[in-house]
């Protein structure tokens, strides 16, 4: 079946700093992959997706590019805020049942920036 | 942006009684999923649902577990009768399914944590 792995499960970083969080991931169908950002007692939210192979996707200070040849989908940051603190889950849907199919997981990192 | 509501946030309930966790979807949209995340594991797909029929349950969905979107109220997730290992926190979702860039997007919930006694 499909498989997210999120190799960092906690990431503490100075304000400022650049930050990146890995994601790889297996399937053997389409690939749409996302990242989600959750911050304390809220709710999961959309911070980017792509399904495009060797795109560049960018929101809110934040990019990734899907590399489908290495299955990775890396979030970056260049210069980190304390307001980036926060759960990050990266998160694949196989397009399996169209564009309503379950997504799968992978076990979250968790962003500390510190002052 | 679109806000999933989840009600009521926490339940504290008894092994093998009945519960039934609620979710307000985003208005207009079709498709409705519940996730289950047991404490320091990753979010797990549960069952999506479209046009009053579940599309797709996980092995997670258990013979218990129900789901129901009756007259368009509340998106449901009914686990009768409860065990011990059903405690964890379960998200609800909903995404529009109806065209444009955002149809695949699945907007979450704050999340439903349930403590089986």
């Known amino acids: 079946g499909d498989s997210v792995t999120q190799t960092e499960g906690l990431v503490t970083l100075t304000e400022g700093l650049p930050v990146m969080l890995n994601c790889t991931y297996q399937?053997?169908?389409?690939?749409?992959l996302f990242w989600y950002v959750q911050h304390l007692n809220e709710a999961p939210k959309l911070l980017l997706k792509s399904s495009t192979d060797n795109k560049r996707t960018e929101h809110q200070g934040f990019h990734a590019t899907l590399h489908k040849s290495s299955s990775s989908f890396h979030l970056q940051k260049s210069s980190a805020q304390l307001s980036d603190s926060a759960l990050y889950y990266c998160a694949l849907s196989d397009g399996q049942t169209g564009f309503a199919s379950a997504l799968t997981f992978g076990s979250g990192t968790k962003v500390i920036v510190l002052p | 942006g679109p806000k999933v509501l989840q009600i009521p946030s926490h339940q504290i309930i008894d092994m093998g009684q009945m519960v039934t966790l609620n979710c307000d979807p985003v208005s207009n949209h079709l498709y409705f999923y519940w996730y289950k995340q047991i404490l320091g594991q990753q979010m797990e797909f549960l069952v999506n649902?479209?046009?009053?029929?579940?599309?797709?349950k996980s092995k997670l969905f258990k013979d218990q577990f129900s789901v129901e979107r009756p007259d368009g109220s509340y998106f449901t997730l009914k686990i009768q009768p409860t065990a011990l290992e059903d405690s964890a926190v379960y998200f609800c979702?909903?995404?529009?399914?109806?065209?444009?860039?955002?149809?695949?997007?699945?907007?979450f919930g704050p999340g439903t944590r349930l403590l089986v006694l």
């Open positions: 399937t053997a169908y389409s690939t749409f």
């Open positions: 979702a909903s995404s529009p399914g109806t065209g444009g860039l955002n149809q695949d997007t699945q907007y």
């Open positions: 649902f479209y046009n009053g029929k579940v599309m797709e």
